[in-house]
């Protein structure tokens, strides 16, 4: 229970800065956002705990892609 946990805790927060920042599309999420959310909500982590959050961003929005086109950009 405590991995699922963490990976929902990791992907709601990326949740959140979405939608602070207005992003309304999946297509707008690129690694532009991803660096804006690590330097921005990440800050205060340690290297490793920034490298797992952004792990597992990068795997669940590969899994969504994967599921929606067949192809991923991740």
């Known amino acids: 229970m405590k991995g699922l ?21 999946f297509l707008q999420i690129n690694t532009t956002a991803l660096r804006n959310f690590a330097s921005e909500k990440l800050t205060n982590l ?6 797992n959050t952004l792990l597992s961003i990068k795997f669940f929005l ?7 086109n067949g192809r991923s950009k991740y």
């Not at 946990?5 to 599309?25: A, G």
């Not at 590969?62 to 929606?68: A, G, L, Q, R, S």
């Open 5 to 25: 946990k963490q990976y929902f805790n990791t992907n709601y927060k990326f949740y959140l800065f979405l939608v602070d920042f207005k992003f309304k599309f």
């Open 46 to 51: 340690s290297d490793a705990t920034k490298m």
């Open 62 to 68: 590969t899994f969504i892609e994967d599921k929606n």
